[in-house]
């Protein structure tokens, strides 16, 4: 199993990714050892900011043939450095187990949010939740635990069913516009339009948007911001809210890849158990 990283990035997440990589007895070193690692890890987004491109492109060269780059999110411009480096590249964020996992410190983001902007308590308070995947049922879960009156609001039958099936209401997406004017609290979690300005309009004055998905979100912001509607688009919620968390569970997936490359290359071997 590779246990030389080199882990690149300073935030809190980076920071307690390379913890939890020294605590399951890996060896981490910093960006100018790059030469002596076996598996690079760098943070979620890396390479999508121009000025940050020539930096990587000069550190994956620097690497040593056959060094693993792991990478969160990755984007067009890292794929092609890694490739012209001649080094693998690895998606950790495509791994389901990650996903599943990040929806907790999403959903307990959220919450706070919810909290912070709001002058009322999630209990007794009414909340539409657009969208059922991952996300979505961690932050309906937790409103309802916290006495929230939950609607979720998705396009499959078999999600709103099983929104049924866990004690909130539920409604066909399609319906979007008559439902708005109950909820001056929505959490969107769907990764497409679904909030424009005519369904921003059904909803009362004040209300409050928590836009959960990925860029560019499923909110019109600008008609949003025009209609006096608070509209938040909170991105990367695990690294800003729970970076502790965020960067544990980035090493244990990223130790998860490299056990199973392992195993795959050595069918016989056994790999060392990991804390948790």
């Excluded at 960006?31 to 598996?39: E, L, Q, S």
């Excluded at 959960?212 to 938040?232: I, Y």
């Amino acid at each position: 199993m590779q246990n030389v990283f080199c882990v690149v990035g300073a935030d809190a997440r980076q920071q307690a990714a390379a913890a939890a990589l020294r605590a399951a007895g890996c060896t981490v070193l910093g960006p100018g050892a790059v030469g002596y690692a076996d598996a690079i890890l760098l943070p979620m987004g890396a390479g999508t900011e121009q000025a940050d491109q020539a930096d990587l492109e000069r550190l994956l060269r620097a690497a040593r043939p056959g060094t693993l780059v792991l990478g969160g999110r990755v984007g067009a411009a890292l794929r092609q450095a890694a490739a012209a480096a001649g080094l693998e590249l690895v998606d950790y964020f495509l791994r389901p187990e990650l996903a599943c996992l990040n929806a907790v410190p999403t959903a307990e983001g959220c919450l706070a949010l919810l909290m912070r902007l709001r002058e009322r308590t999630v209990w007794e308070s009414p909340f539409l939740v657009l969208g059922y995947g991952r996300i979505g049922r961690a932050v309906a879960g937790r409103l309802g635990l916290l006495g929230g009156r939950v609607t979720v609001a998705a396009r499959s039958a078999e999600q709103r069913a099983a929104a049924r099936c866990a004690g909130h209401h539920a409604a066909p997406l399609a319906g979007l516009e008559r439902l708005l004017p109950g909820f001056d609290a929505v959490v969107n979690t769907v990764p497409a339009p679904v909030l424009g300005e005519a369904q921003l309009r059904q909803l009362p004055p004040g209300a409050l948007i928590i836009d959960l998905a990925s860029r560019p979100g499923g909110t019109d912001f600008a008609a949003a911001k025009a209609l006096g509607l608070h509209a938040e688009h909170a991105l990367s919620l695990p690294a800003r809210c729970a970076p502790q968390t965020a960067g544990a569970l980035v090493a244990q997936t990223v130790l998860s890849i490299l056990e199973e490359r392992a195993g795959a290359q050595h069918p016989n071997l056994k790999t060392p158990e990991r804390s948790a």
